[in-house]
Protein backbone atom coordinates (compact mmCIF):
# COMPACT_ATOMS: atom_id res chain seq x y z
CA UNK A 1 0.00 0.00 0.00
CA UNK A 2 1.06 3.46 0.00
CA UNK A 3 2.23 5.86 2.52
CA UNK A 4 -0.33 7.87 4.15
CA UNK A 5 1.25 10.00 6.54
CA UNK A 6 5.31 11.39 6.15
CA UNK A 7 5.14 12.10 10.49
CA UNK A 8 2.86 9.70 12.99
CA UNK A 9 3.58 10.95 16.74
CA UNK A 10 1.84 8.41 19.21
CA UNK A 11 1.05 9.69 22.38
CA UNK A 12 1.15 6.60 24.71
CA UNK A 13 3.09 3.66 24.09
CA UNK A 14 0.51 0.61 25.12
CA UNK A 15 -0.74 -2.30 23.42
CA UNK A 16 -2.60 -0.26 20.67
CA UNK A 17 0.24 2.12 20.17
CA UNK A 18 2.74 -0.66 20.14
CA UNK A 19 0.46 -2.60 17.87
CA UNK A 20 -0.21 0.36 15.50
CA UNK A 21 3.87 0.64 15.01
CA UNK A 22 4.05 -2.63 13.84
CA UNK A 23 1.32 -2.98 11.39
CA UNK A 24 2.35 0.55 9.86
CA UNK A 25 5.58 -1.04 9.05
CA UNK A 26 4.31 -3.95 7.92
CA UNK A 27 2.52 -2.42 5.56
CA UNK A 28 4.56 0.96 4.41
CA UNK A 29 2.40 3.32 5.53
CA UNK A 30 4.06 5.96 7.14
CA UNK A 31 7.82 7.33 6.44
CA UNK A 32 8.35 8.03 10.13
CA UNK A 33 7.36 7.07 12.87
CA UNK A 34 7.68 8.82 16.59
CA UNK A 35 6.10 8.23 20.18
CA UNK A 36 5.99 9.51 23.45
CA UNK A 37 5.35 7.55 26.79
CA UNK A 38 4.78 9.33 30.22
CA UNK A 39 6.56 7.25 32.15
CA UNK A 40 10.49 6.87 31.47
CA UNK A 41 10.92 3.25 31.81
CA UNK A 42 8.04 2.76 28.99
CA UNK A 43 10.12 5.25 27.36
CA UNK A 44 13.56 3.24 27.78
CA UNK A 45 12.15 0.17 26.87
CA UNK A 46 10.16 1.57 23.74
CA UNK A 47 13.93 2.73 22.44
CA UNK A 48 15.26 -0.50 23.80
CA UNK A 49 13.21 -2.61 21.42
CA UNK A 50 13.26 -0.42 18.77
CA UNK A 51 9.62 0.50 18.79
CA UNK A 52 9.60 4.24 17.30
CA UNK A 53 12.05 5.71 14.78
CA UNK A 54 12.23 8.33 17.97
CA UNK A 55 10.89 8.34 21.44
CA UNK A 56 10.65 11.88 23.14
CA UNK A 57 10.97 13.06 26.63
CA UNK A 58 7.88 15.16 26.19
CA UNK A 59 4.49 14.98 24.05
CA UNK A 60 4.87 18.47 22.72
CA UNK A 61 8.24 17.39 21.10
CA UNK A 62 7.04 14.24 19.92
CA UNK A 63 4.13 16.18 17.94
CA UNK A 64 6.22 18.83 16.72
CA UNK A 65 6.10 18.35 13.03
CA UNK A 66 3.73 14.95 13.02
CA UNK A 67 0.85 15.40 10.03
CA UNK A 68 -0.88 13.21 12.73
CA UNK A 69 -1.25 12.92 16.02
CA UNK A 70 -3.18 10.19 17.53
CA UNK A 71 -3.97 10.28 21.70
CA UNK A 72 -2.78 6.54 23.01
CA UNK A 73 -3.57 7.09 26.45
CA UNK A 74 -6.46 6.56 29.60
CA UNK A 75 -9.78 8.54 29.15
CA UNK A 76 -8.64 10.40 32.00
CA UNK A 77 -5.47 11.66 30.47
CA UNK A 78 -6.55 12.79 27.16
CA UNK A 79 -7.60 16.52 28.28
CA UNK A 80 -4.15 16.98 29.75
CA UNK A 81 -2.02 16.41 26.95
CA UNK A 82 -4.33 18.04 24.43
CA UNK A 83 -3.84 20.88 26.71
CA UNK A 84 0.14 19.90 26.17
CA UNK A 85 0.51 19.62 22.77
CA UNK A 86 -1.78 22.18 21.46
CA UNK A 87 0.65 25.12 20.86
CA UNK A 88 3.08 22.23 18.87
CA UNK A 89 0.62 21.14 16.22
CA UNK A 90 1.58 21.40 12.92
CA UNK A 91 -1.01 23.95 11.05
CA UNK A 92 -2.85 21.32 8.50
CA UNK A 93 -2.35 17.92 11.14
CA UNK A 94 -4.83 15.54 11.84
CA UNK A 95 -5.32 14.39 15.89
CA UNK A 96 -7.25 11.25 16.54
CA UNK A 97 -6.79 8.76 19.49
CA UNK A 98 -7.75 5.72 20.49
CA UNK A 99 -10.05 6.45 23.35
CA UNK A 100 -12.93 3.47 24.15
CA UNK A 101 -15.61 6.40 25.12
CA UNK A 102 -16.07 9.20 22.28
CA UNK A 103 -18.36 11.60 23.84
CA UNK A 104 -16.36 12.87 26.35
CA UNK A 105 -13.11 12.69 24.63
CA UNK A 106 -14.48 15.06 22.59
CA UNK A 107 -15.30 17.69 24.97
CA UNK A 108 -12.09 16.69 26.90
CA UNK A 109 -10.12 17.30 23.78
CA UNK A 110 -11.54 19.06 21.16
CA UNK A 111 -11.51 22.91 22.99
CA UNK A 112 -7.79 22.71 22.50
CA UNK A 113 -7.77 21.90 18.94
CA UNK A 114 -6.08 24.81 17.45
CA UNK A 115 -8.03 26.60 14.20
CA UNK A 116 -6.45 24.81 11.01
CA UNK A 117 -5.56 21.28 12.70
CA UNK A 118 -8.19 18.37 12.02
CA UNK A 119 -9.73 16.77 14.77
CA UNK A 120 -11.25 12.53 14.33
CA UNK A 121 -11.74 10.55 17.19
CA UNK A 122 -11.35 7.23 16.49
CA UNK A 123 -12.26 4.03 18.46
CA UNK A 124 -10.29 0.39 17.18
CA UNK A 125 -12.79 -2.51 18.52
CA UNK A 126 -9.36 -4.45 19.29
CA UNK A 127 -7.55 -5.14 22.19
CA UNK A 128 -6.26 -8.27 24.62
CA UNK A 129 -5.65 -8.30 28.51
CA UNK A 130 -2.00 -7.22 27.69
CA UNK A 131 -0.59 -3.71 28.12
CA UNK A 132 2.82 -2.02 28.16
CA UNK A 133 5.32 -1.35 24.31
CA UNK A 134 6.10 -4.79 24.27
CA UNK A 135 2.42 -6.36 24.23
CA UNK A 136 1.86 -5.24 20.59
CA UNK A 137 1.78 -6.88 17.32
CA UNK A 138 0.84 -6.20 13.53
CA UNK A 139 -2.15 -8.56 13.45
CA UNK A 140 -4.04 -6.95 16.29
CA UNK A 141 -6.42 -4.84 14.00
CA UNK A 142 -6.82 -7.35 10.99
CA UNK A 143 -9.91 -7.67 10.39
CA UNK A 144 -11.48 -5.89 13.03
CA UNK A 145 -13.83 -2.09 12.87
CA UNK A 146 -12.24 0.56 13.87
CA UNK A 147 -15.08 3.21 14.11
CA UNK A 148 -14.28 6.79 13.47
CA UNK A 149 -16.40 9.59 15.05
CA UNK A 150 -16.13 13.09 12.73
CA UNK A 151 -17.74 15.99 13.95
CA UNK A 152 -20.52 17.06 10.70
CA UNK A 153 -18.16 19.73 9.69
CA UNK A 154 -15.18 17.72 9.49
CA UNK A 155 -13.01 18.37 6.62
CA UNK A 156 -13.70 14.97 4.16
CA UNK A 157 -10.69 14.35 2.69
CA UNK A 158 -8.56 14.20 6.31
CA UNK A 159 -11.16 11.54 7.34
CA UNK A 160 -10.65 9.36 4.57
CA UNK A 161 -6.92 9.73 4.63
CA UNK A 162 -7.42 8.81 8.51
CA UNK A 163 -9.47 5.23 7.63
CA UNK A 164 -7.25 4.94 4.92
CA UNK A 165 -4.39 4.19 7.34
CA UNK A 166 -6.59 2.18 9.52
CA UNK A 167 -7.41 -0.08 6.03
CA UNK A 168 -3.88 -0.33 5.57
CA UNK A 169 -3.43 -1.78 8.91
CA UNK A 170 -6.07 -4.10 8.73
CA UNK A 171 -8.93 -2.89 9.85
CA UNK A 172 -12.21 -2.63 8.43
CA UNK A 173 -14.05 1.32 8.76
CA UNK A 174 -17.29 2.42 10.30
CA UNK A 175 -18.80 5.86 10.77
CA UNK A 176 -21.11 6.79 13.93
CA UNK A 177 -21.76 9.85 16.31
CA UNK A 178 -20.49 9.87 19.60
CA UNK A 179 -23.95 9.05 21.76
CA UNK A 180 -24.56 5.98 19.10
CA UNK A 181 -20.81 4.82 19.89
CA UNK A 182 -20.76 5.09 23.71
CA UNK A 183 -24.29 3.38 23.81
CA UNK A 184 -23.06 0.28 21.20
CA UNK A 185 -19.66 -0.12 23.09
CA UNK A 186 -21.92 0.19 26.38
CA UNK A 187 -23.61 -2.95 25.30
CA UNK A 188 -20.53 -4.78 23.47
CA UNK A 189 -17.56 -4.17 25.74
CA UNK A 190 -18.03 -1.98 28.56
CA UNK A 191 -20.89 -3.86 30.44
CA UNK A 192 -19.63 -7.25 29.87
CA UNK A 193 -16.04 -6.19 31.02
CA UNK A 194 -18.26 -4.86 34.28
CA UNK A 195 -20.02 -8.25 34.74
CA UNK A 196 -16.54 -10.01 34.26
CA UNK A 197 -14.82 -8.05 36.94
CA UNK A 198 -18.05 -8.85 39.00
CA UNK A 199 -18.14 -12.49 38.81
CA UNK A 200 -14.20 -12.64 39.09
CA UNK A 201 -14.65 -10.83 42.30
CA UNK A 202 -17.46 -13.09 43.66
CA UNK A 203 -15.15 -16.07 42.69
CA UNK A 204 -11.98 -14.70 44.47
CA UNK A 205 -14.31 -14.32 47.91
CA UNK A 206 -15.45 -18.40 46.95
CA UNK A 207 -11.93 -19.00 46.38
CA UNK A 208 -10.46 -18.01 49.73
CA UNK A 209 -13.53 -20.33 51.58
CA UNK A 210 -12.89 -23.07 49.08
CA UNK A 211 -9.22 -23.59 49.04
CA UNK A 212 -8.99 -22.11 45.83
CA UNK A 213 -10.69 -24.76 44.31
CA UNK A 214 -12.19 -22.13 41.87
CA UNK A 215 -8.79 -21.34 40.10
CA UNK A 216 -7.96 -25.39 39.97
CA UNK A 217 -11.57 -26.36 38.21
CA UNK A 218 -12.42 -23.26 36.12
CA UNK A 219 -14.24 -24.13 33.40
CA UNK A 220 -13.58 -22.24 30.25
CA UNK A 221 -16.71 -20.02 30.55
CA UNK A 222 -14.98 -18.54 34.21
CA UNK A 223 -11.38 -18.58 32.48
CA UNK A 224 -12.69 -15.51 29.67
CA UNK A 225 -14.18 -13.85 32.59
CA UNK A 226 -10.46 -13.92 34.22
CA UNK A 227 -8.62 -13.04 30.46
CA UNK A 228 -11.38 -9.89 30.31
CA UNK A 229 -11.08 -9.21 34.22
CA UNK A 230 -7.25 -8.84 33.70
CA UNK A 231 -7.41 -5.57 31.63
CA UNK A 232 -5.44 -2.81 32.23
CA UNK A 233 -7.45 -1.08 35.23
CA UNK A 234 -6.38 2.45 34.89
CA UNK A 235 -8.35 1.93 31.57
CA UNK A 236 -11.08 0.85 32.37
CA UNK A 237 -11.97 2.70 35.60
CA UNK A 238 -12.47 5.71 33.26
CA UNK A 239 -14.11 4.05 30.81
CA UNK A 240 -16.64 3.60 33.44
CA UNK A 241 -16.24 7.07 34.93
CA UNK A 242 -16.76 8.50 31.53
CA UNK A 243 -19.22 6.87 29.99
CA UNK A 244 -21.64 6.81 33.12
CA UNK A 245 -25.15 6.71 30.89
CA UNK A 246 -25.00 4.66 28.90
CA UNK A 247 -23.48 2.08 31.14
CA UNK A 248 -25.71 2.42 33.34
CA UNK A 249 -28.42 2.23 30.99
CA UNK A 250 -27.05 -1.12 29.73
CA UNK A 251 -26.71 -2.61 33.03
CA UNK A 252 -30.29 -1.72 34.12
CA UNK A 253 -31.23 -3.64 31.70
CA UNK A 254 -29.42 -6.67 32.51
CA UNK A 255 -30.48 -6.60 36.27
CA UNK A 256 -33.84 -6.80 34.60
CA UNK A 257 -33.19 -9.78 32.65
CA UNK A 258 -30.87 -11.48 35.82
CA UNK A 259 -34.05 -11.33 37.32
CA UNK A 260 -36.12 -12.37 34.93
CA UNK A 261 -33.84 -15.55 34.42
CA UNK A 262 -33.73 -16.07 38.35
CA UNK A 263 -37.69 -16.40 38.72
CA UNK A 264 -37.41 -18.89 35.69
CA UNK A 265 -35.08 -20.98 37.36
CA UNK A 266 -36.50 -20.52 40.96
CA UNK A 267 -40.19 -21.59 38.91
CA UNK A 268 -39.13 -24.50 36.86
CA UNK A 269 -39.84 -22.87 34.03
CA UNK A 270 -37.36 -24.42 31.38
CA UNK A 271 -39.45 -23.26 28.11
CA UNK A 272 -38.56 -19.86 29.31
CA UNK A 273 -34.75 -21.04 29.62
CA UNK A 274 -34.59 -22.73 26.22
CA UNK A 275 -36.13 -20.08 24.49
CA UNK A 276 -34.14 -17.34 25.76
CA UNK A 277 -30.91 -19.14 25.25
CA UNK A 278 -31.93 -20.41 21.88
CA UNK A 279 -32.29 -16.47 21.16
CA UNK A 280 -28.88 -15.63 22.23
CA UNK A 281 -27.14 -18.71 20.71
CA UNK A 282 -28.12 -16.82 17.65
CA UNK A 283 -26.42 -13.52 18.24
CA UNK A 284 -23.08 -15.83 18.44
CA UNK A 285 -23.87 -17.05 14.96
CA UNK A 286 -24.07 -13.62 13.86
CA UNK A 287 -21.11 -12.55 15.18
CA UNK A 288 -18.89 -15.43 13.23
CA UNK A 289 -20.55 -14.92 9.84
CA UNK A 290 -19.90 -11.51 10.29
CA UNK A 291 -15.86 -12.53 10.55
CA UNK A 292 -15.60 -11.45 14.21
CA UNK A 293 -15.09 -14.49 15.30
CA UNK A 294 -14.61 -17.97 14.49
CA UNK A 295 -16.41 -21.79 15.68
CA UNK A 296 -13.11 -23.52 16.20
CA UNK A 297 -13.05 -24.69 19.90
CA UNK A 298 -11.63 -22.84 22.21
CA UNK A 299 -13.34 -19.40 20.73
CA UNK A 300 -10.50 -19.77 17.57
CA UNK A 301 -8.14 -17.83 19.93
CA UNK A 302 -4.77 -19.84 18.71
CA UNK A 303 -3.08 -16.97 19.89
CA UNK A 304 -3.56 -16.64 23.10
CA UNK A 305 -2.19 -12.82 22.83
CA UNK A 306 -5.24 -11.79 20.43
CA UNK A 307 -8.52 -10.73 21.69
Known sequence: MAQVYDRVALIGLGLIASSMCHAMRRAGLVGEIVGYARSSETREIAREIGLCDHVFDSAAEA?????????????????????????????????????????????????????????????????????????????????????????????RSAVDRLSQLWVGMGSKTDEMDAEHHDLVLAVTSHTPHLIAYTMVGVADD????????????????????TRIAASDPVMWRDVFLNNKEATLEVLGRFTEELFALQRAIRQGDGDHLHDYFTRTRAIRRGIIEAGQDTDAPNFGRSNPRKD
Open 206 to 225: LGRVTDSEVIKYSAAGFRDF
Open 63 to 155: VKDADLVVLCVPVGAMEAVAREIAPALKHGATVSDVGSVKRTVIDAVGPYIPDGVHFIPAHPLAGTEHSGPRSGFAELFDNRYCILVPAQNAD
